[in-house]
T-cell receptor
Framework: KAGVTQTPRYLIKTRGQQVTLSCSPISGHRSVSWYQQTPGQGLQFLFEYFSETQRNKGNFPGRFSGRQFSNSRSEMNVSTLELGDSALYLC????????????FGPGTRLTVL | LAKTTQPISMDSYEGQEVNITCSHNNIATNDYITWYQQFPSQGPRFIIQGYKTKVTNEVASLFIPADRKSSTLSLPRVSLSDTAVYYCLVGDWNTDKLIFGTGTRLQVFP
């Protein structure tokens, strides 16, 4: 069974721009969570979507948003990019909720110049 | 939210058993304990999950004392490929956010 896929794998943007990252969960998985990983802050939870609804949200500003489609694919958007948004963005899917075993994708490496 | 505390790093040699302990003094009744492994440039990978006592799978064992204020991940006979960062997470089964701590960087030497 195919794993979690994320596109693009690498992205370079400049301050002020906006970016959209995509995640395709494992077939049959309905929960998709997003995380930001930086050397200084580690892995931080952004938000979780289940059945096209945001079910949980971490402590990130409103510039970070997401959505989930009926096929469980998810996108996250970051507007008005800042230098500090440079990070590895990881998507994870699980069958029903995050307490289930989560399967992580390879991540999207975002660099903001 | 239960906060976890783990050693920042640990060293071991091939063939040894490695035990990584995680403290979670404020764990709540509905919280489960989960461990993930992460290699550089990859997403974390689920290792094991438990609620109390002992859980064992093909790669690791998880020991949880009766008060559940700590847990110990045990990796039997580590190899060089076990060099990674190991995260302990504590979270509610239904409603809570899973919070990753700083993790423990395990270095296995030949």
């Amino acid at each position: 069974k195919a794993g979690v896929t994320q596109t693009p794998r690498y992205l370079i943007k400049t301050r002020g721009q906006q970016v959209t990252l995509s995640c395709s969960p494992i077939s049959g998985h309905r929960s998709v969570s997003w995380y930001q990983q930086t050397p200084g802050q580690g892995l931080q939870f952004l938000f979780e979507y289940f059945s096209e609804t945001q079910r949980n949200k971490g402590n990130f500003p409103g510039r970070f948003s997401g959505r989930q489609f009926s096929n469980s694919r998810s996108e996250m958007n970051v507007s008005t990019l800042e230098l500090g948004d440079s990070a590895l963005y990881l998507c994870a899917s699980s069958l029903n909720n995050r307490a289930n075993e989560q399967f992580f994708g390879p991540g999207t490496r975002l660099t903001v110049l | 939210l239960a906060k976890t505390t783990q050693p920042i790093s640990m060293d071991s040699y091939e063939g040894q058993e490695v035990n990584i302990t995680c403290s979670h003094n404020n764990i709540a009744t509905n919280d489960y304990i989960t461990w993930y492994q992460q290699f550089p440039s990859q997403g974390p990978r689920f290792i094991i999950q438990g609620y109390k006592t002992k859980v064992t799978n093909e790669v690791a064992s998880l020991f949880i004392p009766a008060d559940r204020k700590s847990s110990t991940l045990s990796l039997p006979r580590v190899s060089l490929s076990d060099t990674a960062v190991y995260y302990c997470l504590v979270g509610d089964w239904n409603t809570d956010k899973l919070i990753f701590g700083t993790g423990t960087r395990l270095q296995v030497f030949p």
